[in-house]
């Protein structure tokens, strides 16, 4: 039933989290069934057919792993998402080739209460969504394999029933004030897990090297699973190279395997160097003997030194390297938090792709898929615990945080990509508790900062936007968010000039602004003269709000990509130019979903990504990508503007986002002269050409040289010149179709059948038939309820080899349809 393969693999033991080495391991994607809602017990799963009408409700949907339960109603616009418990059943067909081996079920991440169950009987259960753990099976599956129900129900299979929840609970981290969903189900990739009787619970593999780095210490201790409590073991040991060469071995003698052992500790002269640009990792191979058996593995390391200058850069390797970075939340269009391997691994690598050499994990530990492969392309990581909003609960609320602490730290301590570990986020928040008390704040963030630093006192510590803790952490990041929040972007510098000189360490984490993908400007900038400018950056209460308080971009901005393109170019000038700044992380470089934005023009959306929430590219990635990349680049901006407009013989505004050292426009075949570039020269490190478009059709294109390579770039687009006024009708059409998939666009036009450009009403598509639409995707053009975009809105539609009709809805205009 399962395809079993053979790879060596993290894990954690029973309930505290803790890290194991496996032999055997096999992702339990395939057979599953899934239930949204809770049962009247565990009997209710299980129970045999035949007994009870097993013909009646609740009926079980079959899924695969890893799951979301809110895969899609975490953006429909007509509900709330679920919070509550979910079921998970299987059958496992069960062989552990160790003959006093263990069985083990481990959870790379399951949310947020979760309960397993071999048969009828509890095994284990872990509270925190985010950090791994692991269930011991062996005994529960050797009583249920004696029984007769084994053999004659079960036919020689093993039930396993799952059970999670993501309730809302005032006691758990984190608060559900927070600006994401707090998901349930099993989420991450659950692994069956056949291991020795003794074997490697954690391998901690410490990697230093001093600022010029002639000299790497590596010091390895071990903690063991031993469940049998085998009392002698040898441990081999080798360090490989990145090349593959031998460099060391060692060999010892190991008794009272309890606590962590000292394994080895050596000294390298001149090692090679862990860096963003060459992220060279040595492999620690390792042999535990022991009567059990042989058990085996391995770890990946990095020598690097990392500093935070006080008052000061951040140095890598003794070097200054501007941190630029960028934040991610475990969410994507379709199934919610479960990402797979491919999909995190192409979200990974658009990062990378688009010169990122930092992140920061919002805001709760995450995949270890994530953190190597941050580890093996380059991107350095600040991680933590989801201690986010609400205030400070109780004492089973602390465990919890201290717990996760832990959790994170001991299971991520090896890679060599984390600098900081992450206590708090926004802890100045209150709302959760009738009481906030600062000085109750402060003293758990002092506890937390001092257990981070007996786990791990390689690594720095930061919070983002508690200033009456700033103090307490070693790296403080404060709130900033001149042009979108408050401000406009020229405030930027002196902002973060005036926050710098407040703290002892600073870093600039969060920045940004939303933008509705497709929706474009030719005067982006206009609400900016409503806005006060002069003052703090910071963001307040109220300010996400569309509505009421004072003027900002936020609220009176156009939320269009023309703007935000401006609001970065601007930020990522002056950063060059900031010889102080340790860096900062723009936030996030994907559109997630949250409960508290139910107005945004995507519904239930943070729309402050780079790209949207299925990966798809907005203009946003070029202008980074212009700044933070080497590889020869150029993009004309507005590659999904398709009409712009203006008078007839008025000059426009075309840019170029590019990293090269020249480039050349043309218009309609015409040339209209060539630039230098100077990432001083705003906007567009001066690539901009005020072009005169014609009525109609027009094409632009761009040639780039960077030394002796040279890259090019077009785009096509109507130039409007025709003056529009309300919106009176919709005009819905079918625009394109591929296999059995159809897109449909739908336009508003005034009385006199002009497109209205800047209309942007609320687009309501519905569908009866055989089709189905493909919306609750949390994107611009996947969404069934949608603000218009330049007077346009589109949706996908499954046709399912049929007919269909869609509708649009918009109030005030009379509904349109068309059959598909």
Not at 124 to 135: F, L, S
Not at 338 to 351: D, G, K, L, Y
Not at 413 to 437: A, M, Q, T, V
Not at 795 to 818: A, Q, W
Request: charged share 25%; net charge neutral.
């Amino acid at each position: 039933m399962l395809k079993k393969t053979r790879y060596i693999i993290l894990l954690t033991l029973l309930c505290t989290s803790k890290l194991l080495f496996a032999q055997q391991s096999t992702r339990l994607n395939s057979s599953w069934e899934f239930l949204r809602q809770d049962l009247g017990g565990i009997w209710e799963a299980v129970r045999p057919v035949g007994v009870g009408n097993p013909e009646a409700v609740p009926v079980w949907q079959n899924v695969t792993l890893p799951h979301c339960v809110n895969a899609l109603d975490a953006v429909d616009p007509d509900v709330n998402y679920y919070q509550g418990p979910a079921w998970y059943r299987t059958q496992l067909v069960l062989d552990n080739p160790y003959k006093t081996g263990r069985t083990i079920l481990h959870f790379e991440g399951a949310g947020q209460k979760t309960e397993v169950y071999v048969y009828t009987t509890k095994v284990g259960a872990h509270v925190g969504g985010y950090d791994e753990w692991t269930v011991d099976i062996t005994d529960a599956v050797a009583e249920f394999q004696k029984t007769e129900i084994y053999k004659k129900q079960f036919k020689g299979k093993v039930p396993v029933s799952i059970r999670t929840d993501n309730t809302r609970d005032l006691e758990m981290i984190p608060s559900d004030l927070s600006d994401f969903n707090v998901y349930g189900g099993i989420y991450r990739y659950l692994n069956l897990v056949y291991t020795l009787g003794l074997a490697v619970d954690k391998m901690f593999a410490k990697a230093e090297v001093d600022a010029q780095g002639k000299l790497g210490k590596l010091n390895v201790k071990a903690r063991f699973y031993n469940p049998k409590g085998i009392n002698d073991a040898s441990a081999l040991l080798k360090l490989i190279d990145p090349n593959g060469k031998l460099v060391s071995k060692s060999e010892k003698k190991l008794n009272g395997l309890s606590g962590d052992l000292d394994l080895w500790s050596f000294e390298l002269k001149k090692p090679q160097l862990w860096s963003t640009d060459k992220p060279l990792q040595y492999t620690l191979q390792y042999e535990i003997i022991s009567s059990a058996g042989n058990f085996k593995g391995e770890e990946k390391v990095g020598f690097r030194n990392i500093d935070f200058v006080e008052k000061g850069p951040f140095n890598l390797n003794g070097k200054r390297l501007l941190l630029r970075g960028t934040h991610r939340h475990e969410d994507h269009a379709g199934v919610g938090s479960a990402m797979t391997e491919p999909m995190i691994r192409q979200e990974m690598q658009m990062m990378k792709d688009m010169g990122v050499n930092f992140i920061r994990l919002g805001h709760y530990q995450q995949s270890r898929i994530v953190l190597n492969l941050c580890d093996s392309l380059g991107i350095l990581v600040w991680e933590e615990i989801p201690w986010c909003r609400g205030g400070l609960g109780g004492e089973i609320y602390k465990q919890q945080a201290r717990r996760m602490l832990n959790n994170m730290i001991e299971q991520h301590y090896n890679h060599p990509s984390i600098i900081i570990w992450g206590l708090g986020n926004e802890n100045d928040w209150p709302g959760d508790f009738p009481e906030f008390d600062k000085e109750k704040i402060r003293t758990f963030m002092k506890e937390l900062n001092d257990l981070s630093h007996k786990l791990d006192a390689s690594r720095y510590t930061a919070i983002r936007r508690c200033d009456f803790c700033s103090d307490i952490v070693d790296v403080y990041s404060p709130s900033i968010w001149a042009g979108w929040y408050r401000g406009a972007y020229t405030d930027y510098k002196k902002a973060t000039e005036e926050e710098f000189a407040k703290v002892k360490r600073f870093i600039h984490v969060e920045w940004g602004g939303d933008s509705h993908a497709l929706r474009h400007s030719e005067n982006p900038d206009k609400a900016l003269s409503k806005i006060k400018t002069g003052g703090s950056a910071d963001e307040r209460a109220g300010d996400a709000s569309l509505y009421g308080g004072a003027a900002r971009i936020s609220k009176d901005g156009d939320w269009s990509e023309s703007y935000i393109t401006n609001l970065i170019d601007w930020h990522l000038k002056e950063q060059e130019n900031m010889p102080w700044l340790s860096g900062t992380a723009y936030w996030p470089f994907k559109d997630f979903s949250t409960a508290i934005r139910p107005d945004n023009p995507v519904p239930y959306m943070n729309q402050k990504g780079v790209v949207e929430r299925d990966l798809t590219k907005k203009e946003a990635y070029y202008v980074f990508q212009s700044y933070w990349t080497e590889k020869p680049m150029a993009h004309i901006y507005g590659h999904t503007w398709p009409v712009r407009w203006g008078d007839e013989g008025e000059e426009k505004m075309v840019k170029v986002y590019s990293n090269c050292s020249d480039a050349e426009i043309f218009l309609n075949g015409k040339s209209f002269g060539s630039k230098k570039r100077n990432s001083q020269d705003y906007p567009s490190a001066g690539l901009r050409w005020n072009l005169p478009f014609v009525k109609g059709e027009n094409t632009v294109k761009v040639i780039a040289r960077k030394g002796k390579e040279t890259v090019t770039d077009e785009i096509k687009f109507i130039y409007q010149t025709e003056k529009w006024g309300k919106p009176t009708k919709l005009v819905l059409k079918k625009i394109d179709q591929q296999d059995d998939t159809a897109t449909v666009e739908v336009k508003l036009y005034d009385d006199k059948n002009v497109l209205c450009l800047d209309a942007i009403n609320w687009i309501n598509f519905g569908l009866t038939g055989d089709g189905k639409l493909i919306d609750n995707q949390g994107t611009s053009s996947g969404s069934r309820k949608v603000q218009a975009y330049n007077g346009r809105a589109i949706i996908k539609v499954k046709l399912n080899k049929g007919t269909s009709v869609v509708s649009v809805l918009s109030e005030g205009l009379k509904t349109v349809f068309t059959e598909l």
